[in-house]
């Protein structure tokens, strides 16, 4: 169960970027991280079902995700893209609820249970204030929560979230991430995370997939690859690490 990715090749048009992929996901928060141009969004676009591999195979609980239905894969699957435009004047509430789209027939109106489960997720996100407002004229942090908590509302089995907390503020970056660790401690939920931020990433992962150059350097408990030698080679830069009495690391960059 969970995500299994073996042997795969994958780019766009005809510019190879992923190479010789193989990956096995079962539980947990899992943070992509890397260089930029690595592959982490195109890893998170191939394995969403995006993408179709040149080579190798997604699979999805089991079953290959360029064979689920659109529908049934939104059953098990949320993705929250890098980039996302919404060109229409809908409310916060309004495209929240949209997450509840794969659970409903075609036309069918929300039941009160799409909406309680839409405004919970709008709260546990921090944006109820917003709810009635258009999507138009949002903030790029408030954008971000909105597109988060439309995810939540679709209730899936796994997440993927591409740098889920870059237009946030720390106090909603912290917010957002120890929100969607309750979820993988409590409901089982298996996310799968691209983070520039390897401080956040050392705290919220437990697991790391270290990539450079379209390829996997690392794969492991978190403690195992934020290795001070491993991210200065990958990242080709001085870092200096502070651990904590109480178990924490701190990496920062050496800057001149
Ligand atoms: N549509 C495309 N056409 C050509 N090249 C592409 C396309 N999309 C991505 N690439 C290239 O593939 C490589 C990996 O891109 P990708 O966006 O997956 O990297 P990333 O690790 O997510 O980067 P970043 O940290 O900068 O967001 C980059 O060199 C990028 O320029």
């Not at 073996?6 to 928060?29: A, E, F, K, Q, Y």
């Not at 839409?118 to 258009?134: D, M």
């Not at 409901?187 to 437990?206: I, K, P, Q, R």
């Not at 080679?233 to 001149?256: A, Q, W």
Request: proline share 4%.
């Amino acid at each position: 169960m969970g995500i299994c990715i073996r042997n795969l090749d994958c780019g766009v048009g005809d510019t190879p970027i992923l190479h010789d992929i193989s990956l096995t996901l079962n539980t947990g928060m899992i943070g992509i991280i890397g260089p930029n141009g690595a592959g982490k969004t195109t890893l998170l676009r191939t394995i969403s079902g995006y993408l179709k591999p040149e080579r190798g195979s997604v699979e999805i609980d089991g079953t290959n995700v360029r064979e689920i239905g659109v529908k049934a894969l939104a059953k098990k699957m949320a993705l929250v893209p890098q980039n996302y435009a919404l060109e229409y004047d809908f409310t916060v509430l309004e495209t929240v609820l949209m997450g509840r789209n794969p659970h409903k027939k075609t036309f069918e109106g929300d039941s009160m249970e799409d909406i309680r489960l839409a405004r919970a997720a709008i709260a546990k996100t921090g944006i109820a204030h917003l709810e009635n407002r258009s999507v138009i004229g949002l903030s790029g942090g408030e954008w971000q929560r909105m597109i988060i908590a439309r995810a939540l509302t679709q209730q899936s089995s796994i997440l993927l979230l591409d740098e889920p907390v870059s237009s946030l503020d720390i106090k909603h970056q912290v917010g957002i991430l120890s929100l969607v660790n309750e979820l993988v401690r409590d409901s089982g939920l298996l996310c799968v995370c691209v983070l520039h931020d390897l401080n956040l990433a050392s705290h919220y992962c437990s697991e790391i997939v270290l990539m450079k150059q379209g390829r996997i350097v690392r794969h492991g408990p978190t403690r195992d690859v934020l290795q001070k030698d491993i991210l200065e080679e990958v990242y080709d830069t001085k870092i200096r690490m502070l651990h904590e009495n109480d178990g924490s690391t701190y990496i920062f960059p050496e800057m001149p």
